[in-house]
């Protein structure tokens, strides 16, 4: 059971660099990260939770595979929340460069890759482990999506938590994927639209947007 009288006496944790940076000095986040940390809570336009561990599983990940971001990787992100965002902004893992692929599993975590010329590559993954978090109630209960935890009085607890936890709170495991290859295509004409899109993405004899992908109605 949490106290939830305590949260209730924390000081105030705005949403700016100076309060992040008040709350990375105050619980020992590496200088080296900061920055990286700084610069993710304003691509995410506020320090959720989730970017914040993600910048610590990213930084893991780069150690483990012993590389600096700037090299040519490519991720993989277990959940479309938050977390692509740590991939995106610290290891240029991005959409549009097609080397960041979202899996919307569920799962809070991570795989990263070098770039090989190999059908196979070995890469690391990185994950939030279960065990690992009931050494910090607070981060548990928000992890757990449970009702005792409250963003009103836990918020600025639950950051400076997670900045204290850092990596203690992770796994990894060594995993080996598939390397990622740029297809070649031919533009094809939709008959339905007639708008043009690569020949892989047709769908019988129509775009994705005339038949399983569309997403809008004209005005």
């Not at 938590?161 to 295509?185: C, D, P």
Request: hydrophobic residues 35%; neutral net charge; glycine residues 6%.
């Amino acid at each position: 059971m949490i106290d939830k009288s305590k949260f209730m006496q924390a000081g105030p944790h705005e949403e700016t660099s100076e309060g992040l940076e008040i709350s990375m000095d105050r619980c020992g986040v590496k200088p080296a990260l900061r920055p990286a940390i700084l610069r993710l809570s304003e691509f995410h336009t506020y320090p959720a939770p989730g970017v914040l561990i993600g910048a610590f599983m990213v930084d893991y990940a780069l150690e483990l595979l012993g590389v600096t971001p700037d090299k040519k990787l490519y991720g993989v992100c277990e959940t479309p929340k938050c977390l692509p965002d740590a991939l995106q902004v610290l290891a240029h893992c991005t959409t549009g460069n097609n080397r960041l692929n979202v899996v919307p599993i569920g799962k809070f975590a991570i795989t990263l890759n070098a770039s090989s010329e190999e059908e196979t590559t070995q890469a690391v993954r990185v994950y939030v482990n279960l065990e690992k978090l009931k050494q910090y109630p607070v981060i548990d209960t928000w992890y757990a999506n449970s009702p005792a935890y409250d963003k009103h009085t836990m918020k600025g607890i639950l950051q400076d938590e997670i900045f204290r936890a850092g990596r203690t709170i992770l796994s990894f495991e060594q995993v080996r994927v598939t390397v990622k290859r740029k297809k070649k295509w031919a533009s094809v004409t939709c008959p339905c639209c007639g708008e043009t899109v690569p020949d892989y993405l047709i769908e019988g004899d129509h775009c994705g947007a005339c038949g399983s992908m569309k997403y809008y109605e004209k005005i």
